[in-house]
């Protein structure tokens, strides 16, 4: 069976950093793309990043420049940088696998983890 685990997430004050991590296993890791995704309380689930390739990514034009996607397939592990973060960001940010479809789009993604919860602080 497929499985995501998220972890990283945490407190941070506005201007700080958080990395997070997605492991995977149960898929071949190498032939999905690896999204992130974040929801805010009473709001929908929003794209943040996807990667393919290690020179292959998308982002959405709120991280555009503060956070950065990469993947280590040797580790089956997908990671989010997130530098200079503001009130905004905060979310229950998800990592999902996709093989088809349009990356922006959470209804490309088969599989999903838990969640990581990220609270950005004033």
């Known amino acids: 069976q497929v499985q995501l685990v998220e972890s990283g997430g945490g407190l941070v004050q506005a201007g700080g950093s958080l990395r997070l991590s997605c492991a995977a296993s149960?898929?071949?890791?190498?032939?999905?793309?690896m999204g992130w995704f974040r929801q805010a309380p009473g709001k929908e689930r929003e794209f943040v990043a996807a990667?393919?390739?290690?020179?292959?990514?998308w982002y959405a034009d709120s991280v555009k420049g503060r956070f950065t996607i990469d993947r280590d397939n040797a580790k089956k592990t997908v990671y989010l940088q997130m530098n200079s973060l503001k009130r905004e960001d905060t979310a229950v940010y998800y990592c999902?696998?996709?093989?088809?479809?349009?990356?922006?789009?959470?209804?490309?993604?088969?599989?999903w983890g838990q969640g990581t919860q990220v609270t950005v602080s004033s």
């Open positions: 999902g696998a996709s093989l088809t479809g349009s990356v922006l789009v959470a209804v490309s993604y088969r599989y």
């Open positions: 149960g898929l071949t890791f190498s032939v999905n793309v």
């Open positions: 990667i393919r390739h290690s020179d292959d990514t």
